[in-house]
Structure formats: C-alpha cells, structure tokens
C-alpha cells in the first residue's frame, strides 16, 4: 500500500516561490514503473495537472503548459520523495495543491492534500 | 474550463440507479483508459473505476463504469446515502507531451 504524506507551508506571499514536499512509503521515487505527479484543485480550475518526474534509466520531467515556465518538479533519492516549487505565485494560485502516484494509465495514490494560500 | 465534460450535479433516491457522463475527444478517452474518482469532503480523491470498468480492491460492485468511443459512464447501483460525494473522471491525453485531464465534476446528492 503506498502511502504519500505532503508538507508544506500554507501561506506564500506573491512573488515568492511556493514549495511542497511529498514523502513516499511503499514504493520508490526511482521505480521503473511509476510517476509521481503534482495536481491542485480550486474552485476556479477544478483538479488541473501540474506535472510530473519519473525514472526509466534516467530522469524525466513533464510539465503543464500552464505553468511551465514557472515549475520545478525534483526527485530526492536519499529520502524517497518528490518536490514541487512554484515560482512567481500569484493569488490565481490559491489551491489545494495534492501529490499523487501514477501506475501508467491511474492515478493510484494521493497525498492528503495541502491548501496553499497566496495572499500578503 | 475543464477538459472533460461532465453533468455539475446528479442526484437520486436510495436503492436507485443513478449515471454520471464523461465526454472527452479523440487525444484523451478516444485513445486512453477512463479512470474515476470519488471525492468527500475535505478530502483527497479516490480512485473508484480504472481502465474503464476495473475497481480497485475495496470498491463495491455496485459501482461499474463503460468506455465507448469518446465518452465513458460511471454507474451506481443500489444508491446509499454513503455515497453523496464529487465524482470525477480523468484520461491522459496524448497531445503535446502528454498530460492528466479531469472532469470538472459531478456532485451527487442522495436524496
């Protein structure tokens, strides 16, 4: 059973870069078979992809257009989880930002959630 | 705006049959599998149906779901008031470099 447990401060000002780590227990960050994916949820966007890093041989990042120019997604071998850092946060980036493993063609595991808040 | 279409609210009484539609287009449910997720409030979705009409462990027969070209279908049978939660369907979508698309949700109340 995989486990993804998110933490994370819930308050960033705008301008500043949000970040999130998401911790992995019954699997592997470096898996051949899995992507670890970073989704928010708000109720302007619904649940919008973010983007993803995974590991066949070598690693790979995925991200959405949307937010491409702003997004870092990292693997942390030595402590088996992932990261997500958003720069540049405006209020439109208000959400609840969730971590999830994909299996190939399912989102199978979610983190709990984490709502970040862009305000001064 | 959400990739994926679905009905914003669904409802039934208990013991009914109630359908949730998701229309999507030929770079995501036409080539890909169909997944569905239940939400409750305050908490992170759960996957419910995958590769169309697969249910994890756990899930219930009364929930099925159907693939057929561009649109898929999540079905509950014998509603219980347990089950009044968002649902949301999702598909990777092959254009560009590929991507996780969502429904916007459908919220279903038990009456």
């Known amino acids: 059973q995989v486990q993804l447990q998110q933490s994370g401060p819930g308050l960033v000002k705008p301008s500043q870069t949000l970040s999130l780590t998401c911790a992995i227990s019954g699997d592997s960050v470096s898996s051949n078979s899995a992507a670890w994916n970073w989704i928010r949820q708000s109720p302007s966007r619904g649940l919008e992809w973010l983007g993803r890093t995974y590991y066949r041989s070598k690693w790979y990042n995925d991200y959405a257009v949307s937010v491409k120019s702003r997004i870092t997604i990292n693997p942390d071998t030595s402590k088996n989880q992932f990261s997500l850092q958003l720069n540049s946060v405006t209020p439109e980036d208000t959400a609840v930002y969730y971590c999830a493993r994909d299996g190939g063609w399912e989102l199978t595991s979610w983190g709990q959630g984490t709502l970040v808040t862009v305000s001064s | 705006q959400s990739v994926l279409t679905q009905p914003p609210s669904a409802s039934g009484t208990p013991g009914q049959r109630v359908t949730i539609s998701c229309s999507g287009s030929?770079?995501?449910?036409?080539?890909?599998?169909v997944n569905w997720y239940q939400q409750l409030p305050g908490t992170a979705p759960k996957l419910l149906i995958y590769s169309n009409n697969q249910r994890p462990s756990g899930v219930p027969d009364r929930f099925s779901g159907s693939k057929s070209g561009t649109s898929a279908s999540l079905a509950i049978s014998g509603l219980q008031s347990e089950d009044e939660a968002d649902y949301y369907c999702a598909a990777w979508d092959d254009s560009l470099n590929g991507f996780w698309v969502f429904g916007g949700g459908t919220k279903l109340t038990v009456l």
């Open positions: 030929s770079s995501n449910i036409g080539s890909n599998t």
